[in-house]
Nanobody
Framework: QVQLVESGGGLVQPGGSLTLSCAAS????????MNWYRQGPGKQRELVAT???????NYADSVKGRFTISRDNAKKTVYLQMNSLKPEDTAVYYC?????????WGQGTQVTVSS
């Protein structure tokens, strides 16, 4: 069973930065695209960023230029660097991987952007 464990969330002021981490286990990490999703209060879960096995990235329009997804295959970890945070970025952030038509999720980490 694939396991994903997120960390790094917290309370930050508008304009601040946070870096989320997602450590994966029981998976051939390097060959799979990895995703970050988020779900804000009263909102549907949305895809924030994706990184392929080759390192190509894609972002939601709402975070382009502010968030950066990266991966360290040796550590089996994917990161989400978040800069210039806004109150509307407040959400639970989830790490996700789809392996052989099965979708795996972490437990989520709360990010709150507030003054």
């Amino acid at each position: 069973q694939v396991q994903l464990v997120e960390s790094g969330g917290g309370l930050v002021q508008p304009g601040g930065s946070l870096t989320l981490s997602c450590a994966a286990s029981r998976i051939s990490f390097s060959i799979w695209p990895m995703n970050w999703y988020r779900q804000g209060p009263g909102k549907q879960r949305e895809l924030v960023a994706t990184i392929t096995s080759g390192g190509d990235t894609n972002y939601a329009d709402s975070v382009k230029g502010r968030f950066t997804i990266s991966r360290d295959n040796a550590k089996k970890t994917v990161y989400l660097q978040m800069n210039s945070l806004k109150p509307e970025d407040t959400a639970v952030y989830y790490c996700n991987v789809n392996v052989n038509q099965l979708s795996y999720w972490g437990q989520g980490t709360q990010v709150t952007v507030s003054s």
